[in-house]
C-alpha cells in the first residue's frame, strides 16, 4: 500500500481538498493533483502544494518528552504514559472528576473527536471538555439550530453556487482561506449571477465581488437588518413563504422596521444607495444564497448576527429551495465533524444533546455505562482555559495551540503555566506542547486513515499513505493506552473503522447520523452527505427518523441504502413543526466600542499562507517564505498620523497587551480599523489584544473586534 500513490485528502482547512499522496523511492513524499475529487477537480492551493513537508522527520516530534528538571527531554512511550495516567488519577482523587480537563480541535477526525469525548466522559468522568472548533464557528451553529433546527455548515453542496442568482458573501476571505473554492464564484459570475462581499476591508475576495459592503467591524447585525428593513419597504417579501414555512415574522418584522436604513448607514458607515442596491441584487433572480464565515460568526453577539442573515433569507424565500439558503464555511480541516461527535461541552456523538435523557441513554447504551454516569454540560472552551490553574488542576490537549489560537492569549499562556500537569498530544512541538509536562508525539493525516466532514457536510475518509516515523503513535492508540491505565481495559481500539463502527451505532437516530455511512462507501462514492442513515431513504429503520428535512439524494445512491442527503430542508425545516424560525434581535454594541483611549478596532484574520495557529504551516520553508510574519494594515490617513510609513514597527495596544509587527499601509482598509492576521507567537501575536467576551448563546469570543490604539513602536 505505502509505496504506490493514495488518494486522500488535504490536511488543513474544511473544503478538504482531493489530493494524491505518493512515497518516493528516494525518500520524502510527494503531493499531486487528484482530478477526480468533484470539490477542487485536482486544484490546491501552497498549503496543500507543499503538505508532504509537515510529514519530514525535521518538522515534527518522533519521541516523547517529559519534563526534567524543568527541561523536555526524551523518554519512553511507557515512561510517558505512566505519567501521564499517573497524574491524572492522582488529580481526581485529591480534587475530583472535575478537575481534570480536556481540550480537543476541529483537525481531529471523527474517529479522534468521538474517542476522546467517550474518553473524558467514561474514563475520566469529567465535564470539562471542549474543543478549538468553539472559536470558529459556533454561533453560526447556535443560529442554525435555532432557526433551522439542525446546524449542518452548507446545506446544499457547493456546487450549487455557480447555478443560483445571487450570493452574499458574509465575513469571508475565501481567497485567503480556501482559493480553490473561488471557481464556484467566478463560475456564477460567468453564468450571469452577482456576488456582493460584505467585510470591513476591501480583500482579495471583496476585489472580485460585484458589490462590496465595508461595514465597520462588529455592525453587520445592524447591516442585515437594515437590509431587511429595505426588503419589508420595497414590498420584497415572499408572504406565502413566510405564511407556509416559517413561524415568528411579526417580531423578526417589527424589528427590522425599527432599522432605518439612515440609522444603519450612521452604525455601519455603509451608504443608503448601497443597502439598496444590495436588496436589489439579492431579491431579483429566483434564488440566491447568504454565507457566512468568521466576520460575523466571531463576536459577542455572533449568534444574533448570524440570525439576522438568516431572517434575511427567510423572509425572501430564501432556504430550504433548489438553489437557495442560508450556509456557513466552516474553517478548519474537521470543524464540522470535530462538533459532532462529542468533544464540545455540550454535545453528544450524532450532534445529541448531552442533557437530553434520550440522548444520553442511546449513548450511554452503546458505551456499555449507567445513563446517570455521563456527567452533564461543562464549561466552553474559553470558559475552560481561564479556570486551569484554579478549578481544573490537570489538562490533556490534542491538537491545539491555544497559546496562539486563544483570545487574550498572554491570559491564556499565563493560566496553562498554572497548571497541576499538563500533557499534550500533537505532531509538532507547537507554543502550548512547549509548556506540557508530557508531549506525546502523534500520527498525522497520512499517516493514518480516518474521517473528515467538510464544510458541505460531506463524510471523506483520509487514507493511510505513508509509514509513519518510528517513535510516534496513534492519538487512538494513546487514548486506548491511558483508558487501559486508568482502569477501563475496553472500549478503546486503536483501529479507526472499529472505531467509526461504533460511531455510527452512536449517532444512528441522532441529528448528525452516519449510521449508513462505511469505510467501503466513503471510497467508492467519493465521500456521503449526512445524515445517512442505515436504512433506505423514505423509510424509518429501528434506529430511529429518516433523518431531519432531509432530501435530495447522493450520486451513487444504491438501491436499498440511504444515499445520504446533499440537500437539506426542500420539504421541512428540522424543527418539530417543520417551520423555519425567525429570531427576533435587535442591533447591540460589541462588548467594547472604541473611545478616547483606545479610538480604534481591532479585527483579526488569515493569509494564505499560514494556517491557524501556523503549528504545521510555519515549519514549511515556502510557506514561511511567503508569509514570514504578522503585519498591521493600517489606512495611510491613520498612519500619517501617528507618522508610519510602511514597514515601520508598530504597536498595537489594547486593554489586554501589546503586539508590534511591521505596518502594511494601504487604502483597502477603513481608516476607523486595523488589521492583524493571528498566525504568529511571540511580540507580534494578535492574540496578546484579542477580547474573550463571550456570545451569550455560543460562547463564541469576539476575536473580530476589540478597541486597540496604534503607536510606533519606537518614536522616530
Ligand atoms: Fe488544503 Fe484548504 Fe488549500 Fe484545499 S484550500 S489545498 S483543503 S488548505
Not at 472500549?491 to 444512528?508: C, I, Q, T, W
Request: aromatic fraction near 6%.
Amino acid at each position: 500500500m505505502e509505496n504506490a500513490s493514495t488518494p486522500t485528502h488535504c490536511p488543513y482547512c474544511a473544503l478538504q481538498c482531493g489530493m494524491n499522496v505518493t512515497p518516493l523511492p528516494q525518500g520524502g513524499v510527494e503531493v499531486t493533483e487528484r482530478p477526480d475529487f468533484p470539490v477542487n477537480r485536482g486544484a490546491l492551493c501552497g498549503k496543500g502544494r507543499t503538505a508532504a513537508q509537515v510529514l519530514s522527520p525535521a518538522a515534527r516530534l518522533t519521541a516523547p518528552l517529559v519534563r526534567s528538571r524543568g527541561r523536555l527531554v526524551e523518554a519512553s512511550w511507557t515512561e510517558a504514559l505512566d505519567r501521564v495516567a499517573g497524574q491524572l488519577g492522582r488529580t481526581r482523587e485529591r480534587h475530583g472528576a472535575d478537575a481534570l480537563g480536556v481540550f480537543g480541535g476541529g483537525g481531529l477526525t471523527n474517529e479522534k473527536a468521538y474517542a476522546l469525548g467517550k474518553f473524558a466522559r467514561v474514563v475520566l468522568g469529567t465535564s470539562q471538555i471542549d474543543y478549538n472548533g468553539r472559536f470558529c464557528m459556533s454561533s453560526a451553529a447556535a443560529a442554525g439550530i435555532r432557526s433551522f433546527g439542525l446546524d449542518r455548515g452548507l446545506p446544499f453542496p457547493l456546487e450549487d453556487i455557480p447555478k443560483t442568482g445571487c450570493v452574499v458573501l458574509v465575513g469571508s476571505n475565501l481567497a485567503e482561506t480556501m482559493p480553490p473554492a473561488l471557481r464556484f464564484f467566478s463560475e456564477l459570475r460567468s453564468n450571469g449571477g452577482t456576488l456582493i462581499v460584505v467585510d470591513p476591508r476591501r480583500t482579495r475576495t471583496a476585489e472580485q465581488a460585484d458589490l462590496h459592503l465595508a461595514p465597520r467591524p462588529g455592525t453587520d447585525l445592524a447591516l442585515a437588518l437594515g437590509l431587511l428593513h429595505v426588503v419589508v419597504a420595497e414590498g420584497r417579501t415572499d408572504e406565502a413563504y413566510v405564511r407556509e414555512r416559517t413561524t415568528g415574522w411579526a417580531e423578526a418584522r417589527a424589528a427590522a422596521m425599527a432599522h432605518w436604513p439612515e440609522y444603519v448607514e450612521r452604525i455601519t458607515g455603509v451608504p443608503v444607495p448601497q443597502l439598496r442596491a444590495a436588496v436589489g441584487m439579492f431579491c431579483e433572480p429566483e434564488a440566491a444564497m447568504v454565507l457566512t464565515a468568521r466576520g460575523p460568526e466571531q463576536q459577542s453577539k455572533g449568534t444574533d448576527t448570524v440570525g439576522a442573515w438568516i431572517n434575511l433569507c427567510l423572509a425572501t424565500g430564501r432556504a430550504g429551495r433548489p438553489l437557495s439558503g442560508y450556509g456557513c464555511l466552516t474553517g478548519q480541516g474537521n470543524g464540522q465533524g470535530g462538533r459532532e461527535h462529542g468533544q464540545k461541552s455540550d454535545q453528544l456523538p450524532g450532534y445529541r444533546k448531552l442533557d437530553d435523557p434520550d440522548a444520553r441513554r442511546h449513548v450511554a447504551g452503546v458505551w456499555g455505562v449507567a445513563p446517570d454516569s455521563l456527567p452533564g454540560p461543562g464549561r466552553s472552551a474559553y470558559e475552560l482555559l481561564d479556570a486551569l490553574g484554579t478549578d481544573i488542576r490537570a489538562l490533556l490537549l490534542m491538537g491545539s495551540n491555544p497559546v496562539v489560537s486563544a483570545p487574550r492569549a498572554a491570559h491564556v499562556e499565563e493560566r496553562l503555566r498554572s497548571l497541576d500537569f499538563l500533557a499534550v498530544a500533537d505532531v509538532v512541538l507547537s507554543e502550548t506542547a512547549e509548556l506540557a509536562d508530557v508531549v506525546l508525539p502523534v500520527t498525522q493525516w497520512a499517516e493514518e486513515t480516518g474521517t473528515t466532514t467538510s464544510l458541505e457536510g460531506r463524510v471523506l475518509l483520509r487514507r493511510r499513505a505513508v509509514v509513519p516515523p518510528p517513535g510516534v503513535r496513534s492519538d487512538l492508540h494513546v487514548l486506548g493506552e491511558l483508558a487501559a491505565r486508568l482502569g477501563v481495559e475496553k472500549g478503546f481500539p486503536d483501529d479507526p473503522e472499529e472505531v467509526f463502527g461504533e460511531l455510527r451505532r452512536a449517532s444512528a437516530g441522532g441529528p448528525a447520523d452516519y449510521s449508513g455511512i462505511t469505510y467501503r462507501r466513503l471510497t467508492e462514492e467519493n465521500g456521503v452527505f449526512w445524515p445517512c442513515p442505515d436504512h433506505p431513504a423514505g423509510t424509518t429503520g429501528a434506529a430511529g427518523t429518516a433523518g431531519a428535512g432531509e432530501s435530495g439524494t447522493g450520486a451513487a445512491g444504491t438501491a436499498g441504502v440511504h444515499p445520504g442527503t446533499p440537500r437539506l430542508f426542500l420539504d421541512r425545516f428540522a424543527t418539530t413543526d417543520g417551520r423555519a424560525r425567525f429570531a427576533a434581535v435587535n442591533h447591540r454594541a460589541t462588548a467594547e466600542e472604541p473611545d478616547a483611549e483606545y479610538p480604534l478596532v481591532l479585527t483579526t484574520g488569515r493569509v494564505v499562507s499560514q494556517y491557524q495557529s501556523g503549528a504545521q504551516t510555519r515549519r514549511v520553508a515556502e510557506l514561511n517564505a511567503a508569509a514570514p510574519g504578522p503585519f498591521v494594515e493600517l489606512h495611510p490617513r491613520l498612519a500619517a498620523r501617528i507618522g508610519a510609513a510602511d514597514g515601520d514597527p508598530v504597536a498595537v495596544v489594547s486593554r489586554r497587551g501589546r503586539a508590534v509587527a511591521p505596518a502594511r499601509v494601504t487604502t483597502a482598509i477603513r481608516p476607523d480599523t486595523v488589521f492583524m492576521p493571528f498566525h504568529w507567537p511571540g511580540e507580534g501575536r494578535a492574540n496578546t489584544l484579542t477580547n474573550p467576551a463571550l456570545d451569550p448563546t455560543s460562547r463564541m469570543p469576539e476575536f473580530k473586534s476589540c478597541a486597540v490604539r496604534v503607536e510606533l513602536a519606537e518614536p522616530k
